[in-house]
């Protein structure tokens, strides 16, 4: 544990990225800095637009706190720059980055150690349609293995849905799954050392926590405490624990998960830069646990203390 900001040296705030999610990212970003500096951190923000090399080059620094949301910061390429530059930086490593960072195989991971995901089917071209509908039915939620947001996703109730979703999602460059619908309440599970957050309950009107949802809807509705009884949320955070330790996440995430009708938790993914803008949802957990923003953000900072 630190006491004093010093010992944290200079830290760069590595924010923005070139991902669909840049413009959050760069909310977050403005948070942390904005934070780093009350607790008198001597911190510098870069707002990485190009090679993340470029952006560090010539600047004399101890530590990185990343906070570059989707590829390009949550994906292993940065956490790998930094590794060999000799540079600490917050939050998971090269391969849970990478891992995580494609949800498809996150799922396969999951799957290998038993732990609930709802079924898949992999879509390549249109001709994977007939397999997916014989497997999962409908409906479906089609989305691009590595974006986050919900940018490129979409639900799918019938074939001419799911024809439109494949091509929705394939303008990302990755792969694209469809999964089965969980028909159920919908939870986040914010991780912090290890530890898990109180958990969250996410309620939209829309069809699912889509961007609009997420971003600049006022109808969302976000449960902290989040209404199950203390025995299932102990449940709730020890498979949100497990989910992220079969993947080698370290630091801090935020896991999201469904309980499905039948009582049954799937596990939907794992975001190893999760929001930190001062509505996100890792600080909202925080919050609830008695860990103001500033304090949250000191903490995961000292996570690249290792
Ligand atoms: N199998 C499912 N059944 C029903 N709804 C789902 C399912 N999978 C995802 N969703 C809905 O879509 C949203 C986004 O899904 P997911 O978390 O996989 O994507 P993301 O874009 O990576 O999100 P994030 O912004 O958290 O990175 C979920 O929060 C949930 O509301
Ligand atoms: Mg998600």
Request: hydrophobic share 40%.
């Amino acid at each position: 544990m630190i006491k004093n900001p010093d010992d944290f040296g200079r830290v760069a705030v590595m924010m923005g990225g070139s991902a669909a999610e840049r413009e959050v990212s760069l909310k977050s970003g403005a948070a942390v800095f904005a934070a780093l500096k009350r607790k008198g951190v001597d911190a510098v923000a870069i707002d990485v637009t190009g090679s993340p090399i470029d952006a560090l080059a010539g600047l004399k620094l101890d530590r990185v706190f990343n906070i570059i949301h989707g590829r390009g910061g949550e994906d292993g390429v940065l956490q790998a720059v930094l590794q060999v530059m000799g540079i600490p930086y917050t939050g998971s490593g090269v391969m849970a980055s990478a891992l995580t960072m494609d949800k498809l195989r996150t799922k396969l991971c999951w799957r290998g150690y038993d732990l609930p995901t709802p079924k898949w089917v992999l879509l390549k071209t249109i001709d994977d349609l007939d397999a997916c509908i014989d497997k999962l039915g409908f409906p479906v939620i089609v989305k691009p293995a590595q974006e986050g947001s919900s940018i490129g996703m979409s639900k799918a109730n019938n074939r001419e849905e799911l024809e439109k979703a494949l091509k929705v999602a394939s303008e990302f460059g990755c792969d694209v799954y469809a999964e089965s619908w969980v028909t159920g309440k919908e939870y986040t599970v914010g991780l912090l050392n290890g530890k898990a957050l109180p958990v969250i309950r996410l309620e939209t009107p829309n069809a699912f926590y889509d961007y609009e949802a997420k971003y600049k809807a006022t109808t969302t509705q976000y449960h902290c405490p989040c209404g199950l009884n203390t025995e299932q949320e102990q449940q709730l955070q020890q498979l949100a624990v497990q989910a992220s330790e079969v993947v080698v996440v370290k630091g801090w995430a935020r896991v999201d998960v469904f309980i499905d009708d039948s009582g049954q938790p799937q596990l939907i993914e794992i975001n190893t830069v999760p929001g930190m803008t001062d509505h996100s949802l890792v600080p909202m957990a925080a919050k609830q646990a008695g860990i103001e923003f500033d304090e949250l953000v000191w903490k995961i900072l000292e996570t690249s203390c290792r």
